[in-house]
Every structure is written in structure tokens, then in C-alpha cells.
């Protein structure tokens, strides 16, 4: 019964949190708008110091991911702006910081409701705490790998253009067109910050702190170079083209290689864990050994240890730098 009443508080709780945090994204969100175009008109600051600036302005007792964003400091919540803009995903930091306290509320709610364990109840709640960052780097890598595998194709477009007497804003232009997103929006958003006033050299730096990749990095470095020394530009994003066809070559020649690899990290680390869940909840009794006694605890922490190191060692097997 306890347990029950709880839950309803739980979710009570949640449902208020999100119809106020919802009733004032509705009523700020086109003074928001406003700002957020003149700060790209003013030029000011890039992206991401004024995500961070809007953030500080924000931490209110109404949004209760503002509130937690001024506790947890602002370099935690510009990583979370790179990661949500990496994504692709509309977002604010704190919004994000919310979704993702809602889902620890949820999971606790959820663990309170079918188990008095409360091993298993703090283990729902980091759970569901991590999933949202689960879903949006699985998002992240998916548009990562997307804008990569577009980009020699967007580069030849640019090449042609080039080539043809168009101007290199008037190219990215025509590969903006020509193409489909993710690159393609992130070429119009390019040439949407430098019709508003930012330099092309500002807003191609942007974007590669949106896009992330390290291709549009040597893509970058190559038109600032030439802008700083000369040069043929039509020649010099040909080169890089071929440079990042031959990347992309060689990064998937070492997928399929570590590929067995990266499958026993992920068996070695989810293995036991799953197994341990099944347990607990098909047998609870069968480890009140581990659990309940202070030589169990010590085992438990001594084998979490050894299997992150496990984890951890596989991993840096297996991802390769380039």
C-alpha cells in the first residue's frame, strides 16, 4: 500500500513538473526565437556561449532543469548543448536535464511499484536516468555517419561549381540543393548565418561543432588555409575530397576488422548485468549472500571493478583512431 502511494506521488509530481515546464516553453518561445536571431546577427558569440548564456538566465524554480543546471555548473551543460546539437535535436540543455530527471522519477516509480529491493530500485532509476543520453547518441552516430558518407558526394558538387565560375557561398548553394539532409541542412544553415551577417569563415566553424566529424574538420582547415595563402580552391577541395573518400574507405575496412571484438565488449559488459537482473527478480533470496552480507558486498564491488576494466580494455582495443 505504501508502495502504491508513492507511485501516484511520483507521477503526480512528474505530470506538474512537465505541464509547467510546458505551459512556459509555450508562453517564452517566440521571445526566444527573437533573441536567438538577433544573436546571430550580432555576431557576438557562437552557438554554444549563447546556449550557455540563455541556460544561467533560466535556472528559475520553474524549470526545474535550469534550477539543476546552476547546480551542476555550465561546462556539464555545454557538453549536453554539443551532444543535443550534434543530434540534431531541438532541445535545450535544460530541457534535456528535465527529460532526463523524469525518466529517473519514472524508473524509481516504476521499481517502487513491483519490488521493495533497493538495489533493484536504484538500478531502474540510473537506468532510466541514461536512457535519453542512449537515444541521442544513437541519434548523434546515426547523422554522423550520414553526413559523413554525404560529404564527398557535397564536395564534388562544390568542385563542379567551382569549376563552373560560381563563388564558393553560390556552391555550397548548389550542394545544399542538390543533396539531402543532414548535409544539406547544415549547408543551408551555413548560408542562412552568413546572409545575417556572420563570416563564412565563423559559420563553417559552427557547423563543424555541430556536425562533429572529423572530415568536415580537414574540409574546414583546407578553405582557411587557402583564404589565409591562395591558391586553387576548385583544385584544393578536389584533393580533399579524395582525401576523405579514402578515410571513409579505410574506416569501414577497420569496422568489419573489430567488428568480432566490439561484439565481446558488449557481451563481457551487458552479460552479467542482464543475468543479474533475471536473477534478482525470478530469485530474490538467492542472493541475500551477496547482497545482505559485508563479504558479498566487497566481491560485488571487487567483480563491478575488473569487469569495467574488462570493458574498458576491450574498448580501447577496438576503437581506432584516425
Not at 145 to 159: E, G, K, N, R, T
Not at 256 to 269: E, H
Not at 277 to 285: L, N, S, T
Not at 310 to 320: A, D, H, L, Y
Given at each position: 500500500?505504501?508502495?502504491?502511494?508513492?507511485?501516484?506521488?511520483?507521477?503526480?509530481?512528474?505530470?506538474?513538473?512537465?505541464?509547467?515546464?510546458?505551459?512556459q516553453?509555450?508562453?517564452?518561445?517566440?521571445?526566444?526565437?527573437?533573441?536567438?536571431?538577433?544573436?546571430?546577427?550580432?555576431?557576438?558569440?557562437?552557438?554554444?556561449?549563447?546556449?550557455?548564456?540563455a541556460?544561467?538566465?533560466?535556472?528559475?524554480?520553474?524549470?526545474?532543469?535550469?534550477?539543476?543546471?546552476?547546480?551542476v555548473?555550465?561546462?556539464?551543460?555545454?557538453?549536453?548543448?554539443e551532444?543535443?546539437?550534434?543530434?540534431?535535436?531541438?532541445?535545450?540543455?535544460?530541457?534535456?536535464?528535465?527529460?532526463?530527471?523524469?525518466?529517473?522519477?519514472?524508473?524509481?516509480?516504476?521499481?517502487?511499484?513491483?519490488?521493495?529491493?533497493?538495489?533493484?530500485?536504484v538500478?531502474?532509476?540510473?537506468?532510466?536516468f541514461?536512457?535519453?543520453?542512449?537515444?541521442?547518441?544513437?541519434?548523434?552516430?546515426?547523422?554522423?555517419?550520414?553526413f559523413?558518407?554525404?560529404?564527398p558526394?557535397?564536395?564534388?558538387?562544390?568542385?563542379?561549381?567551382?569549376?563552373?565560375?560560381?563563388?564558393?557561398?553560390?556552391?555550397?548553394?548548389?550542394?545544399?540543393?542538390?543533396?539531402?539532409?543532414?548535409?544539406?541542412?547544415?549547408?543551408?544553415?551555413?548560408?542562412r548565418?552568413?546572409?545575417?551577417?556572420?563570416?563564412?569563415?565563423?559559420?563553417?566553424?559552427?557547423?563543424?561543432?555541430?556536425?562533429?566529424?572529423?572530415?568536415?574538420?580537414?574540409?574546414?582547415?583546407?578553405?582557411?588555409?587557402?583564404?589565409?595563402?591562395?591558391?586553387?580552391?576548385?583544385?584544393?577541395?578536389?584533393?580533399?575530397?579524395?582525401?576523405?573518400?579514402?578515410r571513409?574507405?579505410?574506416?569501414?575496412?577497420?569496422?568489419?576488422?573489430?567488428?568480432?571484438?566490439?561484439?565481446s565488449?558488449?557481451?563481457?559488459?551487458?552479460?552479467?548485468?542482464?543475468?543479474f537482473?533475471?536473477?534478482?527478480v525470478?530469485?530474490?533470496?538467492?542472493?541475500?549472500?551477496l547482497?545482505?552480507?559485508?563479504?558479498?558486498?566487497?566481491?560485488?564491488?571487487?567483480?563491478?571493478?575488473?569487469?569495467?576494466?574488462?570493458?574498458?580494455?576491450?574498448?580501447s582495443?577496438?576503437?581506432?583512431?584516425?
Amino acid at each position: 500500500m505504501d508502495n502504491s502511494i508513492l507511485v501516484i506521488v511520483f507521477l503526480a509530481a512528474t505530470t506538474m513538473v512537465l505541464l509547467v515546464l510546458g505551459a512556459q516553453k509555450l508562453l517564452t518561445q517566440k521571445k526566444e526565437r527573437l533573441k536567438e536571431r538577433v544573436a546571430v546577427v550580432a555576431a557576438k558569440e557562437d552557438t554554444f556561449a549563447t546556449a550557455s548564456k540563455a541556460e544561467k538566465q533560466k535556472a528559475t524554480w520553474l524549470n526545474v532543469g535550469g534550477a539543476v543546471s546552476w547546480m551542476v555548473g555550465p561546462d556539464f551543460m555545454r557538453r549536453q548543448a554539443e551532444l543535443l546539437a550534434s543530434a540534431n535535436l531541438p532541445w535545450r540543455a535544460s530541457e534535456f536535464l528535465t527529460i532526463r530527471l523524469t525518466f529517473a522519477a519514472i524508473g524509481t516509480a516504476a521499481g517502487l511499484a513491483f519490488t521493495d529491493r533497493a538495489v533493484l530500485i536504484v538500478l531502474l532509476a540510473v537506468m532510466a536516468f541514461w536512457l535519453p543520453v542512449f537515444y541521442v547518441g544513437r541519434r548523434k552516430a546515426k547523422r554522423q555517419s550520414d553526413f559523413d558518407m554525404q560529404l564527398p558526394d557535397a564536395l564534388q558538387l562544390i568542385v563542379n561549381s567551382l569549376r563552373a565560375g560560381f563563388s564558393f557561398n553560390k556552391a555550397m548553394e548548389v550542394a545544399s540543393q542538390s543533396t539531402t539532409p543532414p548535409i544539406s541542412s547544415d549547408f543551408a544553415s551555413v548560408l542562412r548565418e552568413v546572409s545575417l551577417g556572420m563570416s563564412i569563415e565563423d559559420a563553417l566553424q559552427s557547423m563543424a561543432r555541430r556536425a562533429q566529424s572529423p572530415e568536415f574538420d580537414i574540409v574546414v582547415s583546407a578553405y582557411l588555409i587557402q583564404r589565409e595563402v591562395g591558391g586553387n580552391l576548385a583544385v584544393i577541395m578536389e584533393k580533399v575530397a579524395d582525401t576523405v573518400r579514402q578515410r571513409l574507405r579505410m574506416r569501414g575496412e577497420l569496422s568489419v576488422l573489430t567488428a568480432q571484438g566490439r561484439i565481446s565488449g558488449y557481451v563481457v559488459g551487458l552479460l552479467p548485468i542482464a543475468v543479474f537482473g533475471i536473477v534478482i527478480v525470478a530469485a530474490p533470496d538467492y542472493l541475500d549472500p551477496l547482497i545482505k552480507t559485508s563479504m558479498g558486498r566487497g566481491a560485488l564491488i571487487f567483480a563491478v571493478f575488473w569487469q569495467m576494466v574488462g570493458v574498458m580494455m576491450i574498448r580501447s582495443i577496438t576503437n581506432i583512431k584516425m
